[in-house]
């Protein structure tokens, strides 16, 4: 069974740094872009950062210069680190892979389960 597996969330004062990290596991042929997105309550889930399997990165413009994205592609894994929390930053984040799982298969878009970030004094 395929499944994108988050961990590292929580709560932080403003200021401070949080990691996320993100690992695909299963049975997958290879891996495409991978990314973070993120829904806080009342709104609709929003970009934050992806990153393509040869390391170029894009970051939504909120986070740029204190959010950096990063991969290893032999631990299909993709990070986030976080610095320089803000309260806005509160939300749901979600990874996100394109994965093929057969030689001559489609990609598909596969999602994690979640994890809360919160940024509160």
């Known amino acids: 069974q395929v499944q994108l597996v988050e961990s590292g969330g929580g709560l932080v004062q403003p200021g401070g740094s949080l990691r996320l990290s993100c690992a695909a596991s299963?049975?997958?042929?290879?891996?495409?872009?991978m990314g973070w997105y993120r829904q806080a309550p009342g709104k609709q889930r929003e970009l934050v950062a992806t990153?393509?399997?040869?390391?170029?990165?894009n970051y939504a413009d909120s986070v740029k210069g204190r959010f950096t994205i990063s991969r290893d592609n032999a631990k299909n894994t993709v990070n986030l680190q976080m610095n320089s929390l803000k309260p806005e930053d509160t939300a749901v984040y979600y990874c996100?892979?394109?994965?093929?799982?057969?030689?001559?298969?489609?990609?598909?878009?596969?999602w994690g389960q979640g994890t809360q970030v919160s940024v509160s004094s």
């Open positions: 996100n892979a394109r994965l093929q799982l057969r030689r001559f298969g489609g990609v598909e878009d596969y």
């Open positions: 299963g049975s997958i042929f290879s891996i495409g872009n």
């Open positions: 990153i393509t399997s040869g390391l170029s990165t």
